[in-house]
């Protein structure tokens, strides 16, 4: 073998692992892996909006399986807020108050807060990745990545992708609605940091 030929056998063979494993280095989900993707804390920045004034806050979540702890506070810890539950109950504290029970979640923040939100598909959207409970619409990228998601009467944009052991999450979702008595309300939730133990 001469001595040209010698050297190239190292790069043709990186470029062979490369073309072997490289796939997995390119954005891309399995919606088979997100079902599996069950046990996870994200923690970011959460904005709110209803198209007059906006609030801002820092949200923690803890999901393990169908248990949920969703901590928001504001500047300096101010004005915390905390939800926690599971496929059977929920329990909303807020500012300054006693908390309080029902069902669902998404019974409690439409009562105390106003808001009609499918708070149990959460844990899906977070993921980018349709709620299985009701019909929806999608646009992917060429990567497979979820780009847009209309479900439930809300309008769901992400990016910012980021890979996160072997899966890839949104670092920006958006979430807007205007409801039946013209209500605007916009969400965007800008993550700062995921922990996946599953």
């Known amino acids: 073998m001469t001595r040209s030929n010698f050297r190239s056998v190292p790069l043709l063979a990186l470029i062979t692992l490369f073309f072997l494993s490289g796939c997995s280095l390119l954005p891309s989900n399995n919606p088979d892996e997100l079902d599996q993707l069950n046990h996870w804390q994200v923690r970011g920045k959460l904005s709110v909006s209803n198209g007059k004034e906006a609030i801002t806050?820092?949200?923690?979540?803890?999901?393990?399986?169908?248990?949920?702890?969703?901590?928001?506070?504001?500047?300096?810890?101010?004005?915390?807020?905390?939800?926690?539950?599971?496929?059977k109950k929920a329990s909303l504290t807020l500012p300054n108050k006693p908390a309080v029970t029902a069902s669902s979640a998404r019974q409690l923040m439409k009562q105390y807060m106003g808001w009609d939100f499918p708070v149990e598909d959460l844990k899906y959207w977070v993921k980018a990745q349709p709620s299985p409970t009701a019909a929806f619409k999608e646009k992917r990228d060429g990567s497979g990545l979820l780009n847009t998601l209309e479900q439930y009467g809300?309008?769901?944009t992400y990016s910012?992708?980021?890979?996160?052991?072997?899966?890839?999450?949104p670092g920006r979702?958006?979430?807007v609605r205007t409801d039946e008595q013209?209500?605007?309300?916009k969400f965007i939730f800008a993550t700062k940091e995921w922990t996946i133990y599953d």
């Open 154 to 156: 809300w309008d769901i």
């Open 182 to 185: 013209g209500r605007y309300f």
């Open 160 to 169: 910012r992708y980021s890979r996160q052991g072997t899966h890839w999450l």
């Open 173 to 175: 979702i958006k979430l």
């Open 57 to 87: 806050g820092y949200l923690s979540w803890d999901q393990k399986y169908q248990d949920y702890d969703l901590f928001i506070s504001g500047p300096l810890g101010q004005g915390s807020t905390r939800l926690t539950g599971d496929n």
